[in-house]
């Protein structure tokens, strides 16, 4: 469609941000000489476009989200965020300030903008507030109610409230009509303050021809009157009975409906069915941005009322949706419903009082025709029934910026229209469009231009080509990721509910010491076992977190910790995946036992859902801080615990002496020049290190652990039966290390091991009999002894059996074994004992600390007596 082209009379500017004004927000009204804008923020401008000059500032407590003018009363309706509706009477506040000439030129500078506004600004009257509620987010005024729209928890709510007569108080009175719409979804919070929609709902009041003029309102500011055909098709008989205004709502969810207004107020003295109120015409699926009407249908010479025959609603995406009472191929008068698709995103629309809707996009404004004309190749081709709709629309550039606002004047030239506008950059326009200066169109395209529109039309095949494989792609991505999402979710539910006993998917931890470039070195292995009915595909990865740290059991000790991630590709049911790791001797040479071990599955959400999240549409408006995915951080995921292992002294020795593979130690890599001086020592010299002199001269560490022997043969059950309990004993605290079966085929009850660092540990299991404690007779025991010429092996050895008495006697206790009656006062005594070692230990270390070396010889001496003491107590596990 070839349309007028307009011509551009900027006003002035105002201020607006630095990347433009938002859509949705900014409104302009016009009405004679006056202009009323809010550029979405906290002021509304009065401008006086005769005199060029702004005549007053208001200034409300929020943003200004929407305005209403009342043209005969001279009242100004204005909906505030998150305070309520104000009304003013412009009458009595309005303010005039004149100005010189240099203060006008310099308002209408090139660029348009001005940095404060040039009369002084009114701040509202908080009683000015009509009608209080946070909860408002659109609203229309009718000649003796007001209808507003709010947003509750989970539901849209409409209620209709009495507006007064002129002269009283404008506050409404009561309310009188209230119904639920759709449900919604709140907008989001952000510390605890509600954050502004992006979208805001529309409102538009239509009524049927035989009422007055729409409410009171302008052209401009959104009352429309229908043809009776089409306000009866689409309202029904009762509301074109009763002469009901009708209130129509177009949600950001793209649902349009629709409440007859009489109806409402009756509902409430004669309650019904609250669904029955609310019609639904139409979904359009995104953001509804405008509804309006217009005329598409040429007026006969006598007739003066301009009713509209044609309702048209715009999506924030493009799409477009017209009504029209049209004929069917029988004769009967029936609603013809089309769906158009025009360039998005639309900001912001308005009809003029002919058949055209102009539209602004991030490109520019565009105006399309529906009036029903020949295809652009053919002005004699008609597609369709005379009355009815066009086939296709066709956009047509009209040069000008994008708005944020528009509005149609309403001293548009005969067959033209007057646009007021506000540009995105924050300036006030009028543009012009004259059809009497407009080139005269030929009465046939020519060749030229239909070759022209032939390739204009190809190259939009393309690009919605372009677009199509561009959404297919991200809908694949997406069916993916949800896919994949839902695996993940049915893994995660099958581990968290299967706490107790066997899991479906789990990982077992074994060590061995195996040899690696002439070193020792003790391995891990971890072997995934899949028993469930999923399949662990890509993105799942297997992490392994090794805590090298003499302190790994303590929770508050900061150990060095390494985490190993090893991916899991294509694991299915019943699936196996071994990994093998290195738990030490480190780089010092030192292997610092216990060692934890901890196994865990781990599903990055950056890979799929980040990628899934990306893809957009580059045909619709660009990303805004207001819809662009939120960043996911490099650690998000979902980490699901498997298994956790502690690795200690136990599992570490090797016993060269009883022939177990792998056992010979070869220790750290020595020194090349300390080895060259051992070769050189003379033939039956003894080796002078600080190990050898340590075992030479100093009598091994020994540390004892006295057990109920009723309480070991009941933890032990049937599996150790005929041996004895020494032997059954020695083989349960090395069941993880690979010399279990010797011991057991040998019938061993003490075995000397090799710690990781080439000194000898020594286990001895005895029985033996505990007196003085039962007063119903002596009580069978068995000793368990650790001999070590290093006191850190020992005392890494004894922690290990203590950690497994602790976990055997709590398993007991758990089976309500309950011990035999003790002589209390013995007990008693030992803990006296105990608690005078603990304090000679305190008093010794204090004064070593004070003491010269000469004499604290002999202290040091006396602690290692008294730690000799308390590491073989009196005390008996029961």
């Given at each position: 469609?070839?349309?007028?082209?307009?011509?551009?009379?900027?006003?002035?500017?105002?201020?607006?941000?630095?990347?433009?004004?938002?859509?949705?927000?900014?409104?302009?009204?016009?009405?004679?000489?006056?202009?009323?804008?809010?550029?979405?923020?906290?002021?509304?401008?009065?401008?006086?476009?005769?005199?060029?000059?702004?005549?007053?500032?208001?200034?409300?407590?929020?943003?200004v989200w929407h305005l209403e003018l009342l043209t005969l009363r001279r009242v100004l309706y204005v909906l505030c965020a998150r305070s309520g509706?104000?009304?003013?009477?412009?009458?009595?506040?309005?303010?005039?300030?004149?100005?010189?000439?240099?203060?006008?030129?310099?308002?209408?500078?090139?660029?348009?903008?001005?940095?404060?506004?040039?009369?002084?600004?009114?701040?509202?009257?908080?009683?000015?507030?009509?009608?209080?509620?946070?909860?408002?987010?659109?609203?229309?005024?009718?000649?003796?109610?007001?209808?507003?729209?709010?947003?509750?928890?989970?539901?849209?709510?409409?209620?209709?409230?009495?507006?007064?007569?002129?002269?009283?108080?404008?506050?409404p009175g009561g309310q009188i009509g209230e119904v639920e719409l759709s449900t919604c979804t709140p907008p989001a919070e952000s510390q605890g303050?509600?954050?502004?929609?992006?979208?805001?709902?529309?409102?538009?009041?239509?009524?049927?021809?035989?009422?007055?003029?729409?409410?009171?309102?302008?052209?401009?500011?959104?009352?429309?009157?229908?043809?009776?055909?089409?306000?009866?098709?689409?309202?029904?008989?009762?509301?074109?009975?009763?002469?009901?205004?009708?209130?129509?709502?177009?949600?950001?969810?793209?649902?349009?409906?629709?409440?007859?207004?009489?109806?409402?107020?009756?509902?409430?003295?004669?309650?019904?069915?609250?669904?029955?109120?609310?019609?639904?015409?139409?979904?359009?699926?995104?953001?509804?941005?405008?509804?309006?009407?217009?005329?598409?249908?040429?007026?006969?010479?006598?007739?003066?009322?301009?009713?509209?025959?044609?309702?048209?609603?715009?999506?924030?995406?493009?799409?477009?949706?017209?009504?029209?009472?049209?004929?069917?191929?029988?004769?009967?008068?029936?609603?013809?419903?089309?769906?158009?698709?025009?360039?998005?995103?639309?900001?912001?629309?308005?009809?003029?009082?002919?058949?055209?809707?102009?539209?602004?996009?991030?490109?520019?404004?565009?105006?399309?025709?529906?009036?029903?004309?020949?295809?652009?190749?053919?002005?004699?081709?008609?597609?369709?029934?005379?009355?009815?709709?066009?086939?296709?629309?066709?956009?047509?550039?009209?040069?000008?910026?994008?708005?944020?606002?528009?509005?149609?004047?309403?001293?548009?030239?005969?067959?033209?229209?007057?646009?007021?506008?506000?540009?995105?950059?924050?300036?006030?326009?009028?543009?012009?469009?004259?059809?009497?200066?407009?080139?005269?169109?030929?009465?046939?395209?020519?060749?030229?231009?239909?070759?022209?529109?032939?390739?204009?039309?190809?190259?939009?095949?393309?690009?919605?080509?372009?677009?199509?494989?561009?959404?297919?792609?991200?809908?694949?991505?997406?069916?993916?990721?949800?896919?994949?999402?839902?695996?993940?979710?049915?893994?995660?539910?099958?581990?968290?509910?299967?706490?107790?006993?066997?899991?479906?998917?789990?990982?077992?931890?074994?060590?061995?010491?195996?040899?690696?470039?002439?070193?020792?070195?003790?391995?891990?292995?971890?072997?995934?076992?899949?028993?469930?009915?999923?399949?662990?595909?890509?993105?799942?990865?297997?992490?392994?977190?090794?805590?090298?740290?003499?302190?790994?059991?303590?929770?508050?000790?900061?150990?060095?910790?390494?985490?190993?991630?090893?991916?899991?590709?294509?694991?299915?049911?019943?699936?196996?995946?071994?990994?093998?790791?290195?738990?030490?001797?480190?780089?010092?040479?030192?292997?610092?036992?216990?060692?934890?071990?901890?196994?865990?599955?781990?599903?990055?959400?950056?890979?799929?859902?980040?990628?899934?999240?990306?893809?957009?549409?580059?045909?619709?408006?660009?990303?805004?801080?207001?819809?662009?995915?939120?960043?996911?951080?490099?650690?998000?995921?979902?980490?699901?615990?498997?298994?956790?292992?502690?690795?200690?002294?136990?599992?570490?020795?090797?016993?060269?002496?009883?022939?177990?593979?792998?056992?010979?130690?070869?220790?750290?890599?020595?020194?090349?020049?300390?080895?060259?001086?051992?070769?050189?020592?003379?033939?039956?010299?003894?080796?002078?290190?600080?190990?050898?002199?340590?075992?030479?001269?100093?009598?091994?560490?020994?540390?004892?652990?006295?057990?109920?022997?009723?309480?070991?043969?009941?933890?032990?059950?049937?599996?150790?039966?005929?041996?004895?309990?020494?032997?059954?004993?020695?083989?349960?605290?090395?069941?993880?290390?690979?010399?279990?079966?010797?011991?057991?085929?040998?019938?061993?009850?003490?075995?000397?091991?090799?710690?990781?660092?080439?000194?000898?540990?020594?286990?001895?299991?005895?029985?033996?009999?505990?007196?003085?404690?039962?007063?119903?007779?002596?009580?069978?025991?068995?000793?368990?002894?650790?001999?070590?010429?290093?006191?850190?092996?020992?005392?890494?050895?004894?922690?290990?059996?203590?950690?497994?008495?602790?976990?055997?006697?709590?398993?007991?206790?758990?089976?309500?074994?309950?011990?035999?009656?003790?002589?209390?006062?013995?007990?008693?005594?030992?803990?006296?004992?105990?608690?005078?070692?603990?304090?000679?230990?305190?008093?010794?270390?204090?004064?070593?600390?004070?003491?010269?070396?000469?004499?604290?010889?002999?202290?040091?001496?006396?602690?290692?007596?008294?730690?000799?003491?308390?590491?073989?107590?009196?005390?008996?596990?029961?």
């Amino acid at each position: 469609m070839a349309g007028p082209r307009p011509r551009v009379e900027y006003l002035a500017g105002f201020c607006c941000p630095l990347g433009g004004l938002a859509a949705g927000k900014p409104r302009v009204l016009c009405h004679g000489a006056e202009i009323f804008l809010s550029t979405g923020s906290e002021l509304v401008y009065v401008y006086d476009r005769e005199g060029r000059l702004l005549i007053a500032v208001y200034k409300f407590p929020g943003q200004v989200w929407h305005l209403e003018l009342l043209t005969l009363r001279r009242v100004l309706y204005v909906l505030c965020a998150r305070s309520g509706i104000y009304c003013l009477s412009l009458d009595q506040t309005t303010r005039s300030v004149t100005q010189d000439e240099d203060g006008g030129d310099d308002q209408d500078s090139e660029d348009g903008q001005v940095s404060e506004p040039p009369v002084p600004v009114i701040p509202v009257d908080p009683d000015s507030c009509v009608l209080p509620d946070t909860s408002l987010h659109a609203f229309t005024v009718l000649d003796d109610a007001l209808v507003t729209l709010a947003l509750g928890p989970t539901q849209w709510k409409m209620q209709l409230f009495e507006r007064p007569s002129p002269g009283e108080d404008p506050r409404p009175g009561g309310q009188i009509g209230e119904v639920e719409l759709s449900t919604c979804t709140p907008p989001a919070e952000s510390q605890g303050e509600s954050v502004a929609p992006r979208f805001l709902p529309v409102l538009c009041c239509a009524s049927p021809p035989g009422s007055r003029t729409p409410l009171g309102h302008s052209w401009s500011s959104g009352g429309v009157t229908l043809e009776g055909a089409l306000f009866g098709l689409l309202f029904g008989a009762d509301a074109a009975l009763l002469e009901s205004p009708v209130v129509l709502c177009g949600l950001p969810d793209g649902q349009l409906c629709c409440v007859i207004v009489k109806t409402l107020v009756t509902s409430t003295s004669a309650p019904g069915d609250p669904k029955a109120l609310v019609k639904i015409l139409h979904h359009l699926e995104e953001p509804v941005v405008f509804i309006g009407a217009l005329r598409t249908e040429p007026l006969a010479e006598d007739v003066e009322d301009v009713h509209c025959d044609c309702l048209v609603a715009l999506g924030h995406h493009g799409r477009t949706l017209a009504i029209k009472a049209s004929w069917d191929e029988a004769g009967h008068l029936v609603p013809e419903l089309r769906e158009y698709s025009i360039p998005g995103p639309v900001l912001c629309a308005a009809c003029d009082r002919s058949s055209r809707v102009y539209h602004s996009t991030s490109a520019g404004l565009r105006v399309v025709d529906l009036a029903q004309e020949g295809s652009p190749l053919d002005p004699m081709e008609h597609d369709g029934a005379p009355g009815s709709l066009p086939a296709l629309l066709y956009p047509d550039s009209l040069g000008v910026c994008s708005l944020a606002t528009l509005c149609v004047s309403s001293g548009e030239p005969e067959g033209g229209a007057e646009l007021l506008a506000l540009s995105a950059k924050g300036r006030l326009m009028i543009c012009h469009l004259d059809p009497h200066n407009e080139a005269p169109q030929p009465s046939r395209v020519t060749s030229a231009k239909a070759g022209q529109k032939i390739k204009q039309l190809l190259s939009g095949i393309g690009t919605v080509s372009e677009r199509v494989s561009s959404l297919k792609k991200a809908v694949d991505q997406r069916d993916k990721a949800l896919t994949c999402l839902n695996e993940v979710m049915n893994v995660s539910c099958a581990l968290l509910s299967s706490r107790e006993g066997p899991r479906p998917i789990s990982c077992t931890i074994s060590t061995a010491w195996s040899r690696l470039q002439l070193q020792d070195v003790l391995m891990a292995t971890c072997l995934l076992e899949n028993s469930s009915s999923f399949s662990l595909d890509r993105g799942w990865a297997l992490c392994v977190q090794v805590l090298r740290s003499s302190r790994a059991l303590d929770l508050d000790s900061a150990g060095s910790a390494i985490t190993y991630t090893i991916p899991v590709d294509q694991l299915g049911p019943g699936g196996r995946r071994e990994v093998t790791l290195p738990l030490g001797p480190g780089e010092d040479g030192a292997l610092d036992l216990p060692v934890t071990v901890s196994c865990a599955l781990f599903y990055s959400l950056r890979e799929v859902v980040g990628r899934a999240l990306a893809p957009r549409d580059p045909f619709k408006d660009p990303p805004s801080a207001e819809d662009t995915p939120v960043v996911l951080p490099e650690q998000d995921g979902v980490c699901l615990p498997l298994s956790e292992h502690t690795v200690d002294m136990l599992q570490g020795l090797r016993f060269p002496s009883l022939g177990v593979p792998h056992t010979e130690a070869l220790g750290p890599a020595k020194d090349p020049i300390h080895t060259f001086l051992g070769t050189c020592r003379m033939p039956g010299s003894q080796p002078a290190g600080p190990e050898s002199l340590r075992a030479k001269y100093l009598p091994p560490s020994v540390a004892t652990i006295k057990v109920s022997a009723e309480l070991l043969r009941a933890a032990l059950g049937d599996s150790h039966a005929g041996m004895s309990l020494g032997c059954a004993t020695l083989q349960w605290l090395l069941t993880e290390n690979p010399a279990a079966d010797i011991v057991k085929a040998q019938a061993l009850s003490s075995v000397q091991g090799v710690a990781p660092d080439g000194t000898d540990v020594h286990l001895i299991i005895r029985e033996v009999t505990v007196t003085d404690l039962c007063p119903a007779g002596p009580i069978q025991a068995t000793e368990i002894q650790v001999e070590s010429s290093s006191l850190a092996n020992m005392c890494r050895a004894h922690h290990a059996i203590v950690r497994r008495l602790q976990r055997l006697v709590v398993e007991q206790a758990a089976r309500g074994s309950s011990p035999p009656d003790l002589r209390l006062q013995y007990l008693h005594q030992m803990q006296a004992n105990h608690e005078t070692l603990l304090r000679e230990v305190q008093m010794l270390r204090d004064r070593l600390c004070t003491e010269d070396e000469a004499s604290s010889c002999a202290t040091a001496q006396r602690l290692l007596q008294v730690y000799r003491r308390l590491r073989s107590p009196s005390l008996l596990l029961l």
